[in-house]
Nanobody, 124 residues
Framework: QVQLVESGGGLVQAGDSLRLSCAAS????????MGWFRQAPGKEREFVAA????????TYADSVKGRFTISRDNAKNTVYLQMNSLKVEDTAVYYC?????????????????WGQGTQVTVSS
């Protein structure tokens, strides 16, 4: 059974940093794209960042480029999202997901497994 478990969310002030973790288990994630998405209240879930598991190539949403960094530790089967210079508009539930193999990796439909999410709240 595939499991993705996020952690690291919390309440911070604008300008602060947080690091989210996503621990993956249940199948081989080599050569799998892993993504981070977020969903704010009343809004659709949106793409944040993605990384190829063994290739290291990364993609970011324009809204987080230069502030967020996605990385992975293959030995720990864990993906990270380092979030710096956080803004109030970054407030959302952040989800980790595993790419299903087809489609656009910036779109939610292309991911087949999701974590339960971790809340990030940024106050002004």
């Amino acid at each position: 059974q595939v499991q993705l478990v996020e952690s690291g969310g919390g309440l911070v002030q604008a300008g602060d940093s947080l690091r989210l973790s996503c621990a993956a288990s249940g199948r081989t994630f080599s050569n799998k794209i892993m993504g981070w998405f977020r969903q704010a209240p009343g809004k659709e879930r949106e793409f944040v960042a993605a990384i190829r598991w063994n290739g290291g190539s990364m993609t970011y949403a324009d809204s987080v480029k230069g502030r967020f960094t996605i990385s992975r530790d293959n030995a720990k089967n864990t993906v990270y999202l380092q979030m710096n210079s956080l803004k109030v508009e970054d407030t959302a539930v952040y989800y980790c997901a595993s790419f299903g193999g087809k489609g656009d990796p910036t779109r939610t439909y292309a991911y087949d497994y999701w974590g339960q999410g971790t809340q990030v709240t940024v106050s002004s």
